[in-house]
């Protein structure tokens, strides 16, 4: 294995679209945008088109479980930057 690849920079991103978190999440399109846009789940804008690394996606759904695990924020709070609980946004 060559350094670049044990460090991961020899690997590509997986990069997906708002339908795929959606379909993951179980969420509609809609609501990955909104999510996206106030910035509750991490994605970036390539002209008008959303898209989101999925690790990053994974990565804040495991610290959110954390932080939930803990006794972590009341309903309605952020939760390590994650998805708000109880926030009323329907999928």
Request: no cysteine.
């Amino acid at each position: 294995m060559r350094p670049s690849e044990a460090s991961g920079e020899g690997m590509m991103p997986n990069i997906v679209t708002a339908k795929e978190v959606g379909r993951y999440l179980k969420l509609s399109e809609s609501t990955i945008y909104k999510l996206a846009a106030s910035g509750e789940i991490p994605g970036f804008r390539i002209g008008d088109s959303w898209r989101f690394d999925m690790e990053e996606v994974l990565k804040m759904i495991r610290e959110s479980k954390k932080g939930s695990s803990r006794g972590g924020a009341r309903p309605g709070e952020m939760q390590n930057g994650g998805i708000r609980k109880g926030h009323g946004i329907r999928g």
